[in-house]
């Protein structure tokens, strides 16, 4: 090779003063390396096993210049740069490590190390990194070991967290707060509390995290302590510790304290603040001052999807479901676009109003956001078409979803007790307990639903007694009531007063009011009388148990009880909740009460109905005069109970719907017996499918027979 024939060769071929010091540097980290790795022998990182937890060996060494990377990372621009960060900062570890940078040194190792360690998404290359680091000496440094604290705490590994804590030479509150959020973070609140009353010095961020913790674990009232106590020490909580507070005061409930702290806010400053704003405006919702809520949320300077999620969730919450859809087209009509979230309470919307056209125009949307596999919105999909009477729909749904979920599971398992369909809510449940699912609390509730609506009794026992023994599941008050119900249906009324005697739990007016519905059933009415008694002292101002106690005396024709049951409520104030059913017409919800008569086709519905009243009397309708809960005559009993809400709506839609389409009607309280038997009748002589969901199931109508099997 030709040698440099002048000075200013020798100069312009000789290596730069920076690559030497790299070359140096190299050969330096070369040998901490070794070092490294013989005394950490799993410490070699790979791009191949970066970022995952396997505990194999890696694939291939990491290059040395990957390695120099680790520390002497150089890069082309400020970009490639920036692009590192966000590589480290999305986790993705083993894209950062292939990159091949070159150029100008990084001159701050331990803001190297941080961006490194942040990356780490299981404890194993973090392990690789903190050895490499405490052989090249940058673990001594505070910010380093901090990060490092930060990392190992984030990933659950407090043992670590905690010596590394100890080794700090000169902690400062960063330290301590690390370390004190690790415990909060992993649900050690006594680690977490010895530690606050170790801490030397609290800021404001350390008053913050407790707040937080606590009221994320659930310990409301321990949270709004916390957070007097910090007011009282004179520290004044920023925009996080206030949206914690204000999420403590909605769980619970108390929105006295909620508006002397959101005086606060308005005091401080920070009443447009968005986060505030919308925590706020949540705390007033879930308290059901919707007004209030809302009018805190009109204040903020802009529109965003998280003040427009708590707006159509709070009305979702507060039974508003209409103004929350009006809102949700509102929020897309002035182009915020939706997320899953807002999603969530939109679907849910519409499944409270059974709103299909509305529903399957959300589901669209959905699509074309590239949403329809998050589980939480196909959850919810397969609930609304369920609630919509399309048990096809949601079955399309779930089986659309190639994983196993357990919410998506007992969402469908739900679906088919919904609709009678018990047999196939066991099959499926046993299809995806073999595939490895594994059931929750949820799952057995929604099983033994099914299989109490279904006539199941064995089936329905033998869920209950796996759930007790082979899973070693606590049953809440909720599965014994679905067991109540299942004995009682099956005319084991002894045996399902036994359990709810002998249950671990102390009963509530709901499962004394599921028995005496089954008293009613068996007509045994003295057992009932007795239930009663106990039912209405357990919630004297629920008018279902008045009700049902009414409907089973009247069975009798004991008008005179049945006048003292209807005093007794007047004197404490018990008004009974109307029948109100409602049917969808072109995106339009059409709401029928009993006895109402304000509707604009009021004479066309009565003609109507009278006309259908006619056709089943001739295949043999005869009304059930026990429905009617006042001695009148019988002929103003019978106009009483052809005039019931369901009726009204079905007459509205055979008016409204093009022959062939399904009537589906949506009713707040059970069928009554007569409804149920007329609607049977009306399905025979009219040839429509009519589709029934009251408060407890879907009853399909067709051909003079339903779906329950008369039994509901």
Partial sequence: MAQPSSPQEKVKHSPSRSHLFTSNRTAALRRRWSTATALHPSAGISPATAGDGRGAAPVRALSLRSMVGLVALSLDTVATKDEFVRLCATGRLRDALRRPFRGVLW????RLFSHLFRACRALRPLRQLHAFAATSGAATDRFTANHLMLAYADLGDLTAARELFERIPRRNVMSWNILFGGYIKNGDLGGARKLFDEMPERNVATWNAMVAGLTNLGFDEESLGFFLDMR???MHPDEFGLGSVFRCCAGLRDVVTGRQVHAYVVRSGLDRDMCVGSSLAHMYMRCGCLQEGEAVLRMLPSLSIVSCNTIIAGRTQNGDSEGALEYFCMMRSVGVAADVVT???????????AALA??????????KAGVDKVVPVMTCLVHMY????????????????CGSDTFLLSAMISAYGFHGHGQKAIELFKQMMNGGAEPSDVTFLALLYACSHSGLKEEGMDCFELMTKTYGMQPSVKHYTCVVDLLGRSGCLDEAEALILSMPLTPDGVIWKTLLSACKTQKNFDMAERIAKRVIELDPHDSASYVLLSNIRATSRRWGDVSEVRKAMRDNNVRKEPGVSWVELKGHIHQFCTGDESHPRQKEIDECLEEMMAKIRQCGYSPDMSMVLHDMEDEEKEVSLSHHSEKLAIAFAFLSLPEGVPIRVMKNLRVCDDCHLAIKLMSQVTGREIVVRDVSRFHHFKDGRCSCRDYW
């Fill in 386 to 401: 369920s609630r919509c009477g399309c048990l096809g729909d949601s079955e399309r749904v779930f089986f659309g979803y």
């Fill in 107 to 110: 001159s701050d190792a331990a």
């Fill in 232 to 234: 009282r020490e004179g």
């Fill in 358 to 367: 509305q529903g399957q125009q959300i589901h669209g949307q959905v699509m």
């Fill in 343 to 353: 999603f969530v309470s939109a679907i849910s919307s519409c499944s409270d109003l």
